[in-house]
């Protein structure tokens, strides 16, 4: 129930927030605030490092999602994923426009199922922090399945979900 699940969440935020303080208490603002910076920065060069050691080139995949119970159309979810150095570009251009249905899903969303994806294909001794987002970019179409304009239904995209990360996969 979204009741429960909010209260779930605020309850994660507070324990969260209770452990924070605590570690600013141990050690300080700012030398916690310069450790943390620190530690965002190293995890940034060893994905930077890990990307790098990827070839060159754009790859491509598309993957459909059968329909949205409401139109009887096929729905593309388009991947690109182009690397360059150590910089990965993710490229939703080519996914189906919003539909009706109830499957739409958020750029957050698709963000997040993209930056899942490549921790997947990375180290696991890299630190799983927000650094390794940074050597990563998007370009995700407005108005599309996964970006849609409000008001656009979106409880159940977790169905489109499960298609991004075929198709994030599968480029």
Known sequence: NLLGDLRAQLSAIHIGERGFYELVERWGKA???????????????LARAEIAQWPDGRYEFVDDIDDDGMDPDPIPIAVTATVSGDSLEIDFTGTAPQVRGAINATGSFAKSAAYACVRALMSSGIP?????????????PSRSVINPDLPSAVAARGLTGFRLTTAIMGA
Do not use: C, Q, V
């Open 31 to 45: 030398p916690l605030l310069e450790s943390l910076t620190d530690l965002m920065a190293y995890t940034e060069r």
């Open 128 to 140: 799983n922090n927000g650094g390794y987002f940074r050597p990563i970019s998007f370009k995700i």
